[in-house]
């Protein structure tokens, strides 16, 4: 965000307190050259004096203050856990890991001089978005009745200019288990995955992600229900529910059907969610009865998913990964070039722990580890 003085409001109530410019100057401690600057958007005052100055004219931080979107600002997006909430300063967080990802844009192996390949209208309408899954299936060569493994997209993310970076963030301590950062002047978009996470959310959060990669412009509200509906359709097109439909509307009861849910879920390696989903996307656009697995269908998975190991020990085994370990698995199985721009960013400017720390979100203990390895 810019922010800048709100002008109008501050002259009005100058006239309103009975104050002017060398007066305001003499009650902060500042030179009138100073206020005057400030008023004239030519400078912004630090935080005990804008505070003071609120104070004065009596105008409350949304009075006195205006921010503006910056257009080359990065913009971030946040795949949350459960009923965990973002606040302001994670955002404020993000933003600045995104100021720190723009020194390494330059160095990625990408088209510096054309756009990645995007869709050209993203929109949530069933037909669309089951031609797009089959075109992509289709790329990789995978019928759009079986199993797909997200291992076979990881081009993909590459060719739209996507960075894949998997991080050790834990279980617990975090409100995100994804976090998406879309740089709007070198056109790049980097991709938090936290490998603490169980396999079946993390396939989904994957397919997510590559939607969000896909229709960079789709934003907030639009752009999650759109990332949303893409990762159904890509995981379980129209030919799985289909089939899954009849299967699973024999059962007469709810309970049943969840079961029935789950067998087809654990076949396909997703959630038992995702499988609602596209049935009941599947019931709408065809306009046959929905099968009532919601709202029981999501403690039914949320169970049913801790069967399955987590992202860290399906690549790294019980023990938290190693430095080494971590750069190997990013580079060979993510295909990400992460860790190669970020190692010649240290070897060319000598940056300590905290450049490390701050980029990747780490403790300072393992950002040192991480550090070392990269020299």
């Known amino acids: 965000m810019n922010k800048t003085l709100n002008s109008p409001a501050i002259n009005d109530a100058m006239r309103r307190v009975g104050l002017y410019p060398a007066k305001i100057a003499r009650e902060i401690g500042v030179t009138r050259a100073a206020v005057t600057k400030w008023l004239s958007g030519q400078d912004f005052p630090r935080a005990d004096r804008l505070l003071k100055l609120g104070m004065l004219l009596r105008l409350s931080f949304r009075e006195l203050v205006v921010e503006e979107e910056d257009a080359l600002a990065p913009v971030v997006a946040f795949r949350r856990k459960a009923r965990r909430k973002t606040t302001g300063l994670d955002l404020d967080a993000a933003r600045r890991m995104g100021s720190l990802l723009r020194t390494l844009a330059p160095r990625l192996p990408f088209d510096k001089f054309s756009r990645p390949p995007t869709l050209k209208n993203p929109v949530c309408h069933y037909g669309y978005l089951q031609q797009v899954s089959l075109n992509l299936r289709a790329d990789v060569g995978v019928p759009p009745d079986t199993p797909l493994q997200l291992t076979s997209f990881m081009n993909h993310f590459k060719a739209l200019q996507a960075v894949l970076i998997p991080v050790p963030w834990g279980h617990k301590d975090r409100h995100e288990n994804a976090v998406h950062i879309y740089l709007p002047d070198s056109m790049t978009t980097w991709i938090y995955l936290n490998v603490d996470s169980n396999m079946l959310d993390f396939n989904f959060w994957m397919a997510h992600e590559l939607a969000h990669a896909y229709a960079p412009d789709l ?15 890509l995981l379980f097109p129209e030919a799985c529910a289909k089939s899954a439909y009849a299967v699973v509307a024999r059962a007469r009861s709810i309970g049943a059907r969840i079961n029935r849910s789950k067998e087809i879920a654990k076949e396909f390696a997703i959630s038992p969610t995702t499988v609602a989903m596209a049935l009941e ?8 009865g929905s099968l009532g697995l919601d709202p029981a269908i999501h403690a039914a998975s949320t169970n049913f998913s801790k069967q399955y190991p987590s992202v860290a020990h ?47 979100s780490l403790p300072l203990v393992d950002a040192r580890g991480l550090l070392a390895e990269l020299r």
């Open 219 to 233: 934003r907030d509200d639009p752009g999650e229900d759109f990332a949303d509906a893409f990762a159904q359709a």
């Open 314 to 360: 399906t690549f790294f085994g019980a023990a938290a990964p190693s430095p080494r370990d971590w750069i190997r698995v990013t580079r060979e199985t993510f295909q990400s070039p992460f860790f190669d721009v970020l190692q010649q960013h240290v070897r060319e400017n000598g940056v300590n722990a905290a450049f490390i720390q701050n980029i990747l």
């Open 281 to 288: 996307a599947y019931a709408l656009a065809h306009e046959i």
